[in-house]
Protein backbone atom coordinates (compact mmCIF):
# COMPACT_ATOMS: atom_id res chain seq x y z
CA UNK A 1 0.00 0.00 0.00
CA UNK A 2 1.17 3.69 -0.28
CA UNK A 3 1.27 5.08 3.14
CA UNK A 4 -0.17 8.74 3.35
CA UNK A 5 0.52 11.05 6.36
CA UNK A 6 -3.10 12.42 6.17
CA UNK A 7 -6.36 10.35 6.11
CA UNK A 8 -7.23 9.97 2.30
CA UNK A 9 -11.03 11.98 1.47
CA UNK A 10 -10.91 11.84 -2.08
CA UNK A 11 -9.44 9.86 -5.54
CA UNK A 12 -9.08 10.61 -9.22
CA UNK A 13 -7.98 7.62 -11.49
CA UNK A 14 -6.23 8.46 -14.75
CA UNK A 15 -5.90 5.12 -16.36
CA UNK A 16 -4.34 4.78 -20.18
CA UNK A 17 -5.28 1.35 -21.50
CA UNK A 18 -7.24 -0.27 -23.69
CA UNK A 19 -10.50 -1.79 -23.33
CA UNK A 20 -10.86 0.15 -19.94
CA UNK A 21 -15.26 0.12 -20.01
CA UNK A 22 -14.35 -3.47 -19.28
CA UNK A 23 -12.76 -3.43 -16.05
CA UNK A 24 -13.81 -2.02 -12.65
CA UNK A 25 -11.92 -0.13 -10.43
CA UNK A 26 -11.75 -0.14 -7.46
CA UNK A 27 -10.13 1.74 -3.94
CA UNK A 28 -8.94 1.18 -0.60
CA UNK A 29 -8.13 4.03 1.83
CA UNK A 30 -7.95 1.27 4.51
CA UNK A 31 -5.27 -1.47 3.17
CA UNK A 32 -7.80 -3.27 1.87
CA UNK A 33 -10.41 -4.13 4.34
CA UNK A 34 -13.10 -2.07 2.68
CA UNK A 35 -12.83 -1.44 -1.19
CA UNK A 36 -15.03 1.65 -2.89
CA UNK A 37 -15.88 1.65 -6.57
CA UNK A 38 -13.82 4.71 -8.27
CA UNK A 39 -14.75 5.86 -11.62
CA UNK A 40 -12.15 7.02 -14.19
CA UNK A 41 -11.74 10.71 -14.57
CA UNK A 42 -13.92 11.62 -11.43
CA UNK A 43 -13.13 12.89 -8.10
CA UNK A 44 -14.42 9.90 -5.79
CA UNK A 45 -15.43 10.67 -2.15
CA UNK A 46 -14.22 7.94 0.06
CA UNK A 47 -16.59 6.53 3.01
CA UNK A 48 -13.74 5.92 5.09
CA UNK A 49 -10.73 7.60 5.51
CA UNK A 50 -7.42 6.29 6.24
CA UNK A 51 -4.03 6.33 5.82
CA UNK A 52 -2.91 3.04 3.73
CA UNK A 53 -4.38 3.61 0.29
CA UNK A 54 -4.38 1.10 -2.47
CA UNK A 55 -5.71 0.22 -6.06
CA UNK A 56 -7.76 -2.84 -7.55
CA UNK A 57 -8.89 -3.39 -10.89
CA UNK A 58 -10.99 -6.42 -11.60
CA UNK A 59 -10.60 -7.29 -15.35
CA UNK A 60 -13.96 -8.84 -17.38
CA UNK A 61 -12.57 -9.32 -20.32
CA UNK A 62 -9.07 -11.05 -21.66
CA UNK A 63 -9.23 -7.73 -23.81
CA UNK A 64 -8.46 -5.22 -21.56
CA UNK A 65 -4.80 -4.06 -21.55
CA UNK A 66 -3.53 -1.13 -18.66
CA UNK A 67 -0.55 0.88 -19.42
CA UNK A 68 -0.28 3.39 -16.50
CA UNK A 69 -2.89 3.88 -13.85
CA UNK A 70 -2.19 6.75 -11.25
CA UNK A 71 -4.37 7.84 -8.23
CA UNK A 72 -4.61 11.29 -7.43
CA UNK A 73 -5.86 11.74 -3.56
CA UNK A 74 -6.66 14.35 -0.86
Known sequence: ?????SPVT???L???????PNATFYVSSDDGNT???AVL?????LAV??????L????????????SAATLYT
Open 35 to 37: WEN
Open 10 to 12: TVY
Open 49 to 54: NGKLLR
Open 56 to 67: RIDLDSANVRIK
Open 41 to 45: NTKTT
Open 14 to 20: KVVGEDL
Open 1 to 5: PKTTT
